[in-house]
Structure formats: structure tokens, C-alpha cells
């Protein structure tokens, strides 16, 4: 299978860019093949700009946004590997979303609706954040995170979303957590992406 994984974390030392080079590692001693779209790295334009808007409509769809639709594309499987940060997608990636999942590519409406143009494809999500994974449950922020993401951007588009992952109390465990929490990630993608 062909994965893309969009990531988004600034910092090359941050446990999500472990994450990151875990599941990378998992898909690719499973034969898949992996492309990694570092946002940061990218220095991806966030901001979905009026002159965006109007070049897609004409069929001129600018150039990085087209780069990286056509690594949506390509993929069997996309993967977002972020930290919740204000309770959702660092700017960056969110802007991400705005710029590349646009109308007419990533779906449409006609007289009945939604109509989602990326079906054929799985969609999967980890995530960290600071508060334990019980008071993100108890908060009913998990349940949030997974019908605004999950439902809001990938099944919204026909991704069938197969997983989400959320690793709480980043920053506050000891080393032998954080192995559990990678050997989760690779446990996992063996899993779902054998």
C-alpha cells in the first residue's frame, strides 16, 4: 500500500517526531511504501488565501497545493500525526486541510448534499497531549477529537477513518511509558497495515 503521512510537530526532538519515525519504520518493514509530508520541514503556507480560491476555480490550482494533492492521490492511506494543541490541529496543519482537502478535490455537493471524493481510501490518526488520556476521556475531548477529525475531515471526504490513537500525559511519564506508547504505535500499524 502506498502511505502518506502528514506531520506536523516543529520540533525534530519532540516524542511526536519519535512517533513519527516508529510508524514509518512498522510500515516499512511491512513492505509498504511511505512518503512524509513534514510540514514544518515544508515550511507549508497555511493561510487559504482569497487568490487560492479563485486560481482552483479557474483550473490553476497553485503549486504547492497541487503537490501536495497529488500525494493524496497517490496514497492508500493517509495518516495525520500531531499534538493537540488548544484543544485541535496546530495551524499549520489545519491550514493544511483548508489549502489541500478543497472543494472539487477532496469533495463536492449536488442537489442531495455532500459529495465525497476521496472514497477508496483509509485514514489514520495519532495524537499526544498533556492532560492523561482519563481527563481527556472524562472531558468528553476524546469523543470531540474523533467526530471533528475522523468524521470531520476524513469521512467527511470518504476516507474511511480505521484508527485513531491518543497518548495522554506527554511530557509527564517516565521513559518506560513512552517505550510502551511507541510499542502501542508499532503494535498497531502491524495491526491495521500488515
Not at 25 to 54: C, I, M, W
Not at 150 to 155: A, E, P, S, T, V
Request: aromatic share 12%.
Amino acid at each position: 500500500m502506498n502511505h502518506l503521512i502528514v506531520y506536523a510537530h516543529p520540533y525534530a526532538d519532540s516524542f511526536n517526531h519519535a512517533i513519527l519515525e516508529t510508524t514509518v519504520q512498522a510500515l516499512k518493514k511491512n513492505s509498504h511504501e511511505v512518503v512524509v509530508r513534514d510540514l514544518y520541514a515544508l515550511d507549508f503556507y497555511p493561510v487559504l488565501k482569497p487568490g487560492d480560491t479563485a486560481a482552483m476555480k479557474a483550473g490553476k490550482t497553485p503549486k504547492d497545493i497541487k503537490t501536495e494533492q497529488e500525494f493524496i492521490t497517490q496514497a492508500d492511506v493517509i495518516t495525520f500525526i500531531y499534538p493537540i494543541w488548544w484543544t485541535g490541529l496546530p495551524a499549520i496543519l489545519k491550514g493544511y486541510v483548508d489549502r489541500v482537502f478543497a472543494y472539487d478535490f477532496a469533495y463536492s455537493a449536488d442537489e442531495k448534499g455532500n459529495v465525497q471524493l476521496l472514497t477508496g481510501k483509509k485514514g489514520f490518526i495519532i495524537n499526544t497531549h498533556d492532560y492523561s488520556n482519563e481527563v481527556y476521556d472524562e472531558m468528553g475531548m476524546t469523543a470531540g477529537l474523533k467526530v471533528t477529525s475522523d468524521m470531520g475531515i476524513f469521512d467527511f471526504c470518504g476516507i474511511e477513518p480505521v484508527e485513531h490513537l491518543f497518548f495522554g500525559s506527554v511530557g509527564q511519564v517516565d521513559d518506560e511509558a513512552y517505550k510502551g506508547m511507541l510499542k502501542k504505535v508499532e503494535d498497531t500499524v502491524h495491526s491495521i497495515f500488515p
